[in-house]
């Protein structure tokens, strides 16, 4: 009788202590920036698990009102409405500002967060689509430069007064954006990278180490690895299909493609899509279907993957010789089909079930 206590409390304990080594992840869905987002993360306990999922959802919100084109309160939204007027704005906003116009110089204006009027005069913003003419078109292309965003920084540490401390009473003074009259923002092609490094950031911050952060339209951050040690491994979505040619492995990285696909219109025989060459204010045919970037900014994948879309195959691959600094990796798909990836990611790609017998180039 004792013996058989023993066991079942043995048994007891080993399941027990198995529950305890696989912990259930939590996931969660929303609608943010225009999209779905799918989260999951392996937490500590149900109320810190429900504080990280509430903060995750409150920092979206509030980068998605900050960033969103049409929301009135939002900075994106009154600097757009500025007529050339200095607008205060708030911190993320700069942030994001200050990050994303680094990558617009870099590419050399391949990317460029003032595409707005083009973005609009197609018609992508309110799905009403149309092909502006020849005239339209070139006078779009003179909206468009990030050049002229004028960011006026201030110092945001309090001023010491007379006695040694600090002078509280000098009222800290807010950062402003300044736009020419006529020209937009769009942040449409970074501002999900830039929420999934805030997220990533504040859900380490919380002890977190272990999430796939899923922001929508093939932008993901991985904090650290799956809890069994293994890296999370996400799939690169086929252009031509609707399943995944490749699986990336991912620890600690972001990944973030961009592709004709995502959001596209056809008239008359011909596809427009939404990723436009800032030089012609036209969908850019550049030869690509689409392009991965990892890297360990989301920010830096979700620009980038934009930006190298725009330059195609030969400029990217030299983009990517030229820009060892950036941290990042990069897969090419053409439009004839070929696959292409960079070096680096030796170890880290491979073709998915059913893409066995296709062709990768390597980059070097
Ligand atoms: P998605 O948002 O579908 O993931 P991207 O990250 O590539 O795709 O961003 C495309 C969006 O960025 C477009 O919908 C448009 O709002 C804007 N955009 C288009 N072309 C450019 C460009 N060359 N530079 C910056 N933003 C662009
Ligand atoms: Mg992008």
């Known amino acids: 009788m004792k013996k058989r206590l023993l066991c079942t409390l043995l048994a007891a304990l080993c ?8 912990p259930e992840p939590v996931e969660f869905s929303t609608f943010a920036m225009n999209t779905f987002m799918s989260f999951t993360f392996y937490g500590k306990g149900e109320t810190e698990n429900q504080r ?10 509030r980068l998605d009102s900050l960033f969103s084109v049409n929301n009135e309160c939002g900075d994106v939204n009154q600097i757009n409405r500025s007529k050339g007027q200095r607008v205060e704005v708030d911190a993320p906003t700069v942030e994001l500002l200050v990050q994303a116009l680094e990558l617009c110089e870099i590419t050399d204006g391949a990317l460029d967060i003032t595409a707005y009027p083009a973005v609009r005069a197609w018609g992508f913003t309110q799905e009403e689509y149309r092909v502006p003419s020849p005239a339209e078109l070139a006078e779009l292309t003179e909206k468009i430069d990030y050049t002229v965003v004028e ?5 945001h540490s309090v001023p010491v007064g007379p006695d040694g401390e600090p002078d509280w009473s000098v009222h800290a003074e807010r950062d402003t954006v300044t736009l020419p009259a006529g020209m937009e923002l769009d942040l449409g092609a970074v501002a999900k990278g830039f929420a999934g490094d805030q997220i990533a950031a504040s859900a ?5 180490t272990s999430a796939l952060l899923n922001l929508g339209q093939s932008t993901i951050a991985a904090v650290g690895a799956k809890p069994d040690g ?6 690169i979505r086929d252009p031509e299909g609707e399943g995944y040619f490749a699986v990336v492995e991912l620890t600690d990285m972001a990944m973030g493609t961009s592709g004709g696909y995502q959001r596209y219109f056809e ?5 427009y899509w939404h990723i436009l060459d800032p030089d012609t204010a036209a969908p850019a045919k550049s030869g690509l279907s689409s392009v991965t ?22 400029k990217g691959t030299q983009f990517w010789r030229d820009h060892p600094e950036l941290e990042f990796e990069a897969v090419f798909v053409t439009e004839e089909g070929g696959i292409y990836r960079t ?9 998915a079930e059913g893409y066995e017998d296709r062709e990768v180039t390597v980059l070097e």
């Open 267 to 271: 008239q008359d025989e011909e596809i």
């Open 230 to 235: 293994s890296p999370w491994r996400v799939g």
């Open 151 to 155: 960011l006026g920084l201030e110092s």
């Open 52 to 61: 990280v999922q509430d903060q995750i959802n409150v920092t979206l919100r």
């Open 343 to 351: 070096a680096g990611l030796e170890g880290r790609f491979s073709l």
């Open 15 to 22: 399941l027990l202590t198995a529950c305890k080594k696989v």
């Open 293 to 314: 970037v990892v890297s360990p900014s989301a920010l830096t994948c979700d620009g980038l993957s934009t930006a190298l879309f725009v330059m195609g195959l030969e």
């Open 204 to 208: 380490r911050g919380s002890g977190i």
